[in-house]
Every structure is written in structure tokens, then in C-alpha cells.
Nanobody, 124 residues
Framework: QVQLVESGGGLVQAGGSLRLSCAAS????????MGWFRQPPGKEREFVAA????????YYAESVKGRFTISRDNAKNTVYLQMNGLKPVDTAVYYC?????????????????WGQGTQVTVSS
């Protein structure tokens, strides 16, 4: 069992930066693929970024490539999402999620564990 707790959300002006953190409980965190998803107001949850257990491979949605960076520190059981160049369209509740495999890594239903979410609001 893995429990995930996100932090770092808030209100920021367009062009600004935020770093989200996701702290995981459980000794098996280092073996999990971790992902970030977001749900904009009135829309469905969408993939943002993912990272394999070793951190050796990362994946990004086209809309955030070059602006967001996912990373992890297995010694701290934490995964991060550095968000730069934020835009109003990035406004959403951001969730971190974990799973054992990497198949279909962008697919939300295939993730086993989810955090409660953290709100990110970008003002124009």
C-alpha cells in the first residue's frame, strides 16, 4: 500500500513558477512508476508527466514539454513537478499517482494509487 500527499500548489501569475511535491509512504516507493495528472475546471483528468522507478526515463504531455520537469528522490520517497512559464490554461487540480508497471504510462485508469490533489491557479 502506498499513500501519496501532494503539496506546493497555489496562486501564481502567468509566467511564474511553482514546484509541486508528492510525498509517498511505504517502502516500495522506489519500485513505482510515478505520474502527475491534472483536472482543469469542468474538464476530465489529463496526463501531465511521468517518471520511471529509476528516474531514467521521463514522459511529458505535449502541452507542457519544455516548461515542466518531473523528477524524483527515492531516498526521500518524493516526486516533484517543477513548473515554469505557467499559463492560465495550466490552472487545475494536480494529482500525483503511482503504479508498478510502465505500460500505457499516460493512462490514468492504470494507476493504482492517487493523492488528494493540490490546486494550481495561474492568473493572467
Amino acid at each position: 500500500q502506498v499513500q501519496l500527499v501532494e503539496s506546493g500548489g497555489g496562486l501564481v501569475q502567468a509566467g511564474g513558477s511553482l514546484r509541486l511535491s508528492c510525498a509517498a509512504s511505504g517502502r516500495t516507493f522506489s519500485s513505482y512508476t510515478m505520474g502527475w495528472f491534472r483536472q482543469p475546471p469542468g474538464k476530465e483528468r489529463e496526463f501531465v508527466a511521468a517518471i520511471t522507478w529509476s528516474g531514467g526515463s521521463t514522459y511529458y504531455a505535449e502541452s507542457v514539454k519544455g516548461r515542466f520537469t518531473i523528477s524524483r528522490d527515492n531516498a526521500k520517497n518524493t516526486v516533484y513537478l517543477q513548473m515554469n512559464g505557467l499559463k492560465p490554461v495550466d490552472t487545475a487540480v494536480y494529482y500525483c499517482a503511482g503504479r508498478r508497471s510502465i505500460a500505457a504510462i499516460t493512462s490514468a485508469p492504470l494507476y493504482d494509487y492517487w493523492g488528494q490533489g493540490t490546486q494550481v491557479t495561474v492568473s493572467s
